[in-house]
């Protein structure tokens, strides 16, 4: 299937797709900030920026795009147009993740990572079921967590 739109016009949109404050980071933000969680923002310090650091937990939380981070979800399909790059580049950040993932263990901190299909587009009955998945797993002893949508 052909684009709707020019290859140039694409590459202007991608290009706009920013990597902080997305829709997804600015809900879970409000709605643990309202649970009484305080947090840092984009830690230079810690290996992968952190979208959010709860020091208070020694935990940090990424808020990861279904289609940048290659989840396995109705969120996530590969492009049809240019393969070799776009596998290349999605597989690039998986491999990364995993890296920052291992290095942010071994400094003792806990690592969760929250998909965007979680709250995007989402009543807020279902947000509210991943905050509390969330604050259960903050509240838990597990080193690593992963929240998907349903």
Same mark, same amino acid.
């Given at each position: 299937?052909?684009?709707?739109?020019?290859?140039e016009h694409?590459s $202007? @949109?991608?290009?706009?797709?920013?990597a902080r *404050?997305?829709k997804p980071?600015?809900?879970?933000?409000?709605? !643990?900030h #309202?649970?009484g969680i305080?947090f #840092? !923002? &984009?830690s230079k310090?810690? /290996?992968?920026t /952190?979208?959010?650091v709860?020091?208070?937990f020694k935990?940090?939380?990424?808020v =990861?795009? +279904?289609f940048?981070?290659?989840? @396995? +979800?109705k969120?996530f399909?590969? /492009?049809?147009?240019?393969?070799?790059? $776009?596998?290349?580049?999605? =597989?690039?950040?998986? =491999? #990364?993740?995993?890296? *920052? &993932?291992m !290095?942010?263990?071994d400094?003792?901190?806990r690592?969760?990572?929250? $998909? %965007?299909c979680?709250?995007?587009?989402?009543?807020a009955v279902d947000? %509210?079921? +991943?905050? @509390?998945?969330?604050l259960?797993? !903050?509240?838990?002893?597990?080193?690593e967590?992963?929240?998907p949508?349903?």
């Amino acid at each position: 299937m052909a684009d709707r739109i020019s290859t140039e016009h694409r590459s $202007w @949109n991608m290009s706009r797709i920013g990597a902080r *404050n997305t829709k997804p980071e600015r809900i879970i933000r409000s709605y !643990l900030h #309202r649970s009484g969680i305080r947090f #840092r !923002l &984009y830690s230079k310090k810690l /290996p992968g920026t /952190p979208d959010l650091v709860l020091a208070k937990f020694k935990t940090v939380i990424f808020v =990861n795009g +279904c289609f940048w981070h290659g989840h @396995n +979800c109705k969120g996530f399909k590969w /492009p049809s147009q240019n393969r070799e790059i $776009w596998r290349k580049k999605i =597989n690039d950040n998986i =491999n #990364r993740d995993k890296r *920052n &993932y291992m !290095l942010l263990n071994d400094l003792n901190w806990r690592v969760l990572t929250v $998909w %965007e299909c979680a709250v995007r587009d989402k009543k807020a009955v279902d947000i %509210e079921d +991943c905050i @509390n998945r969330i604050l259960s797993w !903050l509240y838990s002893n597990a080193a690593e967590g992963n929240i998907p949508g349903k």
